[in-house]
T-cell receptor, first 116, second 114 residues
Framework: GDSVTQMEGPVTLSEEAFLTINCTYT??????LFWYVQYPGEGLQLLLK?????DKGSNKGFEATYRKETTSFHLEKGSVQVSDSAVYFCALVPNAGGTSYGKLTFGQGTILTVHP | DAGITQSPRHKVTETGTPVTLRCHQTENHRYMYWYRQDPGHGLRLIHY???????DKGEVSDGYSVSRSKTEDFLLTLESATSSQTSVYFC?????????????FGNGTRLTVT
C-alpha cells in the first residue's frame, strides 16, 4: 500500500540555520504530495503542495520539489525562525486528479524546535 | 480559517463507555474525515464521508462508527471505549475528492480512556 517515511526527529536548530526535513514515499500511480504543519494545540495547516513530477511547492519561505525519480519530497527553508517551531507532516494522496476521496496518507511527523 | 468546530475539545471517559465526538463545518464541503493522531504514527484515517449518509472505512476503523445525517455534521462514535483509543482526534473537510484538493483540519479532540 501507499506509505510516507519522514526523517527521524526531533530536529533542533538555531535561528537562521538551514532546514531540511527528508520525506520519501511509496505509491502507485502519480500521487499528489503535501507538507502540513501543526503548531502546539492546533490542528494541521497546509504548508505547501505539489501535484506532478518536478513541481515545486513553496510558502512562507519553505520549499519542496516533487522528485519522481527518487520518490522524494524534501522540505527546505534557508533561514528558520523561532516561530517555525512546530511538527511537520509529509503526506500523499494517490492518483492526483482522480477520485481518491482526498484520503491522505501521512508520515509520522517531525518535531522542529528553533532556538534564538 | 476553515469553519470547523470539534466538540468536545477534551474528554476523559472510562473503559467500556460509549463516546461520541462531533465535527461541525460551516463551509458546505461534501467530504469529511476523521483521523486519529498518535506519537510515531502521524495521522491515520478512521472513517470518511463523501456525502450525506455516504460513509466508508479508513485504515483504522475497528471499534469506531460514524454518521452523517446533514452536510455540516459528522459524528464519530466509540461504541465501547478502550484504552487503546486514547488519542487526539481530528476532523477534516475537503471541497472536492480530487487528489490535489487540500484538507482543512479542526483543532482536535483529546480523548483519554481510563
Amino acid at each position: 500500500g501507499d506509505s510516507v517515511t519522514q526523517m527521524e526527529g526531533p530536529v533542533t536548530l538555531s535561528e537562521e540555520a538551514f532546514l531540511t526535513i527528508n520525506c520519501t514515499y511509496t505509491a502507485t500511480g502519480y500521487p499528489s504530495l503535501f507538507w502540513y504543519v501543526q503548531y502546539p494545540g492546533e490542528g494541521l495547516q497546509l504548508l505547501l503542495k505539489a501535484t506532478k513530477a518536478d513541481d515545486k511547492g513553496s510558502n512562507k519561505g519553505f520549499e519542496a520539489t516533487y522528485r519522481k525519480e527518487t520518490t522524494s519530497f524534501h522540505l527546505e527553508k534557508g533561514s528558520v525562525q523561532v516561530s517555525d517551531s512546530a511538527v511537520y507532516f509529509c503526506a500523499l494522496v494517490p492518483n492526483a486528479g482522480g477520485t481518491s476521496y482526498g484520503k491522505l496518507t501521512f508520515g509520522q511527523g517531525t518535531i522542529l524546535t528553533v532556538h534564538p | 480559517d476553515a469553519g470547523i468546530t470539534q466538540s468536545p475539545r477534551h474528554k476523559v471517559t472510562e473503559t467500556g463507555t460509549p463516546v461520541t465526538l462531533r465535527c461541525h463545518q460551516t463551509e458546505n464541503h461534501r467530504y469529511m474525515y476523521w483521523y486519529r493522531q498518535d506519537p510515531g504514527h502521524g495521522l491515520r484515517l478512521i472513517h470518511y464521508s463523501y456525502g450525506v449518509k455516504d460513509t466508508d472505512k479508513g485504515e483504522v476503523s475497528d471499534g469506531y462508527s460514524v454518521s452523517r445525517s446533514k452536510t455540516e455534521d459528522f459524528l464519530l462514535t466509540l461504541e465501547s471505549a478502550t484504552s487503546s483509543q486514547t488519542s487526539v482526534y481530528f476532523c477534516a473537510i475537503s471541497e472536492s475528492g480530487r487528489g490535489n484538493s487540500p484538507l482543512h483540519f479542526g483543532n482536535g479532540t483529546r480523548l483519554t480512556v481510563t
